[in-house]
């Protein structure tokens, strides 16, 4: 047995005038319940330090680089690193990066048990527009803050496991589960700022939008034999609703732990890595039964190409 006790540390809402420092204290109080709850590991949201600011349509680069870090840690978020490293929890957890050269992505980080900082992934899946659209009820631009991610989807090994990382809109795309799954990833974790209501500002559908939420990450679980923990920024961010619905879901696809607010709140599961053993070595022995000559349109093609008729 192989086991990792892990927590989902959901997130209730930022708001716009938030500073980092309220928030990483929001962060250490989920740590300490963690460290209560014998946590190995915590995976915390995306844009875990401040507010979904891609929701804000914005001009001035200066009004928009106060939303990156341009180093982990920095002097805000070193408590969180230095209370990770005394309690013996590693940590992942997403921001804006900017590069030293000036390139901005939206990343997650993943650390030891030491607080080093063993992984980084930059999301590749960018929803949303880059222009200003009138039709909406409010804005979704991360195209126009983040450039794609440009380091693939690499999976680590920590605390005795493989584990990689893949940040919200990611978690719709099976070819992101593979990928990790290919490299024999038996955790995947990822945290999510999604809206509980569509373009139009209206919650209708909200059940519809939480069963998608679930079912990508179940079907990612179950199809490459691996734990994945979705990881939730929930609750109302200035007048915008984010859903809820945090999980922790089991090699065969089953959610064995789900939050139930849409506040901070710390779900937590003894995952054991050797469950992931038997569905990798029999109808997901990929070396046995993948047939990859049949494939290849999944990485020669983007859009639907109709055949000729
Ligand atoms: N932050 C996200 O990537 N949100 C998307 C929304 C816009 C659909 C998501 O897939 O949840």
């Known amino acids: 047995m192989r086991e990792?006790?892990?927590g989902g540390a959901q997130m209730g809402p930022i708001q716009r005038t938030d500073t980092r420092a309220q928030v990483v204290d929001r962060m250490l109080a989920l740590l300490d319940q963690a460290r209560g709850a014998g946590c190995d590991l915590v995976v915390f949201p995306e844009l875990a330090l401040t507010t979904f600011f891609p929701r804000w349509y914005m001009?001035?680069?200066a009004e928009v680089e106060v939303w990156?870090?341009?180093?982990?840690p920095n002097a805000a978020t070193q408590p969180l690193f230095d209370r990770a490293r005394e309690y013996g929890i590693a940590i992942s957890f997403g921001y804006a990066e900017r590069t030293p050269d000036?390139?901005?992505?939206?990343?997650?980080?993943?650390?030891?048990?030491?607080?080093?900082?063993v992984g980084?992934?930059?999301?590749?899946?960018?929803?949303?527009?880059?222009?200003?659209?009138?039709?909406?009820?409010?804005?979704?631009?991360?195209?126009?803050y983040f450039e794609p991610g440009d380091l693939g989807f690499p999976v680590w090994r920590n605390l005795d496991a493989w584990m990689g990382m893949c940040i919200c809109n990611d978690r719709r795309w099976p070819e992101v589960y593979r990928v990790m799954g290919l490299q024999g990833a038996e955790l995947i974790m990822l945290?999510?700022?999604?809206p509980s209501v569509n373009s139009q500002a209206s919650a209708e559908g909200l059940e519809k939008r939480l069963y998608h939420s679930d079912l990508s990450m179940t079907a990612g679980a179950y199809q490459n034999a691996s734990w994945v923990v979705g990881v939730a920024k929930a609750g109302d961010e200035?007048?915008?609703?984010?859903?809820?619905?945090?999980?922790?879901?089991?090699?065969?696809?089953f959610v064995v732990a789900r939050a139930e607010t849409e506040g901070d709140e710390l779900?937590?599961?003894?995952?054991?890595?050797?469950?992931?053993a038997f569905g990798k070595s029999t109808i997901f022995d990929f070396a046995r039964h993948r047939r990859t000559e049949h494939y290849g349109r999944i990485t020669a093609q983007t859009g639907v190409e109709y055949p000729d008729t």
């Open 4 to 6: 990792i006790v892990i």
């Open 59 to 61: 001009e001035d680069p």
């Open 68 to 72: 990156f870090e341009a180093e982990m």
């Open 102 to 117: 000036g390139h901005h992505f939206n990343t997650s980080i993943l650390t030891d048990k030491a607080g080093e900082i």
């Open 120 to 144: 980084k992934y930059r999301k590749v899946h960018l929803p949303g527009h880059s222009e200003y659209d009138s039709d909406r009820a409010f804005q979704h631009l991360e195209k126009r």
């Open 191 to 194: 945290g999510y700022n999604t």
């Open 238 to 253: 200035d007048g915008h609703p984010l859903m809820a619905g945090s999980i922790i879901v089991d090699p065969n696809g």
């Open 267 to 276: 779900i937590v599961h003894p995952c054991d890595m050797d469950l992931c």
